[in-house]
């Protein structure tokens, strides 16, 4: 069955930095493109970014455009999420997520997410 | 990169049918067959009701169909159940290879 683990979340200063992993098991995982979503506390979902199946392409959400990289490894089977510049406003629930094909948008697995609070 | 327009909250009584409307823009829902819809429990992660406007995902009730007609896309749920209430979110591709998601509407069942 498809697993998404997410780890590397936590608190952290204003400014700082901070990596978000994404374990994947239980499918091909260079078969599909890969999502981050994220949801603050008491609030909607919010898309992050998105990586293509083999890593050629990327798109990112205005909000975290030049302060977030998402990036993959096949071999590995990971996600990543490189979180620099962090702002209050990036206090949210991290969730890894899987794209029904290359990059849809259509995202039919999800992990269950981890917490990064920014704060001094 | 604007949110997707959905009413913040619905509400019906077991048995009845709503419906949550999606509204976006021709670069996004009504330009594309990529309009899914979510289902969230509190403390819980989303799970896909509804992919590509109008397919229900292997698993998921019968009572639960999307639709779409311009830019507006629409979740319907008949023969309300207690278990349905939730929050719904809709998302879309759009033309500049991102995805937008709705604001979310919750949904009371009373």
């Known amino acids: 069955q498809v697993q998404l683990v997410e780890s590397g979340g936590g608190v952290v200063q204003p400014g700082r930095s901070l990596r978000l992993s994404c374990a994947a098991s239980?499918?091909?995982?260079?078969?599909?493109?890969m999502h981050w979503v994220r949801q603050a506390p008491g609030k909607g979902l919010e898309w992050v970014a998105v990586i293509w199946y083999d890593g050629s392409n990327e798109h990112y959400a205005d909000s975290v455009k030049g302060r977030f990289t998402i990036s993959r490894d096949n071999s590995r089977n990971t996600l990543y999420l490189q979180l620099n510049s962090l702002r209050v406003e990036d206090t949210a629930v991290y969730y890894c997520?899987?794209?029904?094909?290359?990059?849809?948008?259509?995202?039919?697995?999800w992990g269950q997410g981890t917490l990064v609070t920014v704060s001094s | 990169q604007s949110a997707l327009t959905q009413p913040a909250s619905v509400s019906g009584s077991p048995g009845q049918s709503i419906t949550i409307s999606c509204t976006g823009t021709s670069s996004d829902v009504g330009g594309y067959k990529y309009v899914s819809w979510y289902q969230q429990h509190p403390g819980k992660a989303p799970k896909l009701m509804i992919s590509?406007?109008?397919n229900r995902p292997s698993g998921v009730s019968n009572r639960f169909s999307g639709s779409k007609s311009g830019n507006t896309a629409s979740l319907t749920i008949s023969g309300l159940q207690t278990e349905d209430e939730a929050d719904y979110y809709c998302?879309?591709?759009?033309?500049?290879?991102?995805?937008?998601f709705g604001g979310g509407t919750k949904l009371t069942v009373l």
């Open positions: 998302n879309s591709y759009t033309s500049s290879g991102t995805v937008v």
């Open positions: 239980g499918f091909t995982f260079s078969n599909n493109g």
């Open positions: 590509d406007v109008s």
């Open positions: 997520a899987r794209d029904r094909e290359l990059s849809t948008g259509c995202i039919d697995y």
